[in-house]
């Protein structure tokens, strides 16, 4: 008996094989869950890496700044839920910032439009997508978010750090409003892996580097099974009293200092 049979899982952020949602969704799968995907973009080739999946997942659609697409999720998700359609959990793993936002001199450069992008496509719209799938979620349902903790400033990191800080402040409130319905909603705070979104980080190696020497668990960047082992874990029935949080998968770093 898997840790996840039975469960009905909407992942969205899947881009390559390499990403961290298909790990998660890998995972999932092998504990028993049912997988939809989503994509924006590059659809086809969503499609072609849900193909890699142990069972190949259907792909629907979401661009999380299109008003219409997350008014219309709801039908589009539920053929793929069987004759009882509904959701018991979601990972909203999800951001993009343009590069004026990232890198030297970033943070005191970027102007407000990019500013604002960033803020909506990483943070925002973690509310906007629980919120327009909440008729299929119900008591028992968890919404996880993928995070990188940004209690501190880090190197090149600049405003999607503090879009990050955001999406921590958005988790607490919508698990203030979204707990009498008995819904739970978390974040996974990972440490860094190498995917496409960490390429497109300046810098990255300086995360790597800090990493390396002074996680006390040890932490391989080549390695997202520990991240997606954690994330299935929250999506799972094993933490029913969890919500609000902040949940680490990052070797034990933020605990220690220099």
Known sequence: MGLLDGKRLLITGVITDASLAFHVARVAQEQGAQVVLTGFGRLRLVERIAQRLPQPAPVVELDVANQEHLDTLVERVSPHLGDNPGLDGVLHSIGFAPASCLGEGAFMGAPWEDVAQTIQVSAYSFKSLSTALLPLLGPGSSIVGMDFDNRQAWPAYDWMGVAKSTLESVTRYLARDLGPQGIRVNLCAAGPVRTMAAKSIPGFAAFE?????????????????????TVCAMLSDWMP????????ADGGFHAVGV
Do not use: C, H, I, Y
Not at 241 to 248: L, N, R
């Open 241 to 248: 009293a969890t919500t609000g949080s902040m949940v680490w």
């Open 209 to 229: 580097d800090a990493w390396d020497g002074r996680a006390p668990l040890g932490w391989d960047v080549n390695d997202p099974l520990p991240v997606a082992k």
